[in-house]
Protein backbone atom coordinates (compact mmCIF):
# COMPACT_ATOMS: atom_id res chain seq x y z
CA UNK A 1 0.00 0.00 0.00
CA UNK A 2 1.19 3.72 -1.07
CA UNK A 3 2.04 6.06 2.14
CA UNK A 4 -0.90 8.29 0.71
CA UNK A 5 -3.27 5.40 1.05
CA UNK A 6 -1.91 4.19 4.58
CA UNK A 7 -1.99 7.70 5.99
CA UNK A 8 -5.78 8.40 4.57
CA UNK A 9 -6.79 4.82 5.41
CA UNK A 10 -5.43 5.64 9.07
CA UNK A 11 -7.04 9.27 9.63
CA UNK A 12 -10.36 7.40 8.62
CA UNK A 13 -9.90 4.65 11.09
CA UNK A 14 -9.03 7.72 13.97
CA UNK A 15 -12.19 9.58 13.10
CA UNK A 16 -14.23 6.43 12.65
CA UNK A 17 -13.41 5.16 16.37
CA UNK A 18 -14.09 8.42 17.56
CA UNK A 19 -17.38 8.38 16.22
CA UNK A 20 -17.94 5.09 17.79
CA UNK A 21 -16.64 5.88 21.24
CA UNK A 22 -18.82 9.37 21.15
CA UNK A 23 -21.85 6.85 19.89
CA UNK A 24 -21.18 4.36 23.07
CA UNK A 25 -21.52 7.31 25.61
CA UNK A 26 -24.55 8.73 23.64
CA UNK A 27 -25.85 5.37 24.16
CA UNK A 28 -25.18 5.39 27.87
CA UNK A 29 -26.36 8.47 28.60
CA UNK A 30 -29.70 7.32 26.91
CA UNK A 31 -29.96 3.80 28.64
CA UNK A 32 -29.04 5.38 31.93
CA UNK A 33 -29.24 9.13 32.70
CA UNK A 34 -29.62 8.83 36.11
CA UNK A 35 -26.78 7.21 36.95
CA UNK A 36 -24.55 9.65 35.77
CA UNK A 37 -23.32 11.30 38.65
CA UNK A 38 -20.16 13.78 37.06
CA UNK A 39 -23.37 15.43 34.43
CA UNK A 40 -26.24 17.10 36.48
CA UNK A 41 -27.29 18.07 33.27
CA UNK A 42 -27.38 15.16 30.90
CA UNK A 43 -29.33 17.15 27.72
CA UNK A 44 -25.95 19.29 27.59
CA UNK A 45 -23.62 16.64 28.15
CA UNK A 46 -25.25 14.31 25.10
CA UNK A 47 -25.34 17.69 22.94
CA UNK A 48 -21.57 17.73 23.66
CA UNK A 49 -21.36 13.88 22.36
CA UNK A 50 -23.67 14.78 19.41
CA UNK A 51 -21.36 17.56 18.91
CA UNK A 52 -18.08 15.19 18.63
CA UNK A 53 -19.96 12.56 16.13
CA UNK A 54 -20.58 15.57 13.71
CA UNK A 55 -16.93 16.81 14.17
CA UNK A 56 -15.66 13.59 13.20
CA UNK A 57 -18.48 12.66 10.60
CA UNK A 58 -17.54 16.34 9.02
CA UNK A 59 -13.56 14.64 8.80
CA UNK A 60 -14.71 11.47 7.36
CA UNK A 61 -17.11 13.54 4.68
CA UNK A 62 -13.61 15.96 3.71
CA UNK A 63 -10.97 12.76 3.14
CA UNK A 64 -13.79 10.94 1.23
CA UNK A 65 -14.54 13.97 -1.22
CA UNK A 66 -11.20 15.22 -1.54
CA UNK A 67 -8.59 12.05 -0.79
CA UNK A 68 -10.12 9.25 -1.89
Not at 7 to 31: D, P, S
Request: glycine content about 4%; charged content about 30%; some cysteine.
Amino acid sequence: MKMRAALIKALCAHATGHIEKHKANLEIYLKYPAGIGEHPDVLEAMEKEISEIAKWEDQLEVLNKHFS
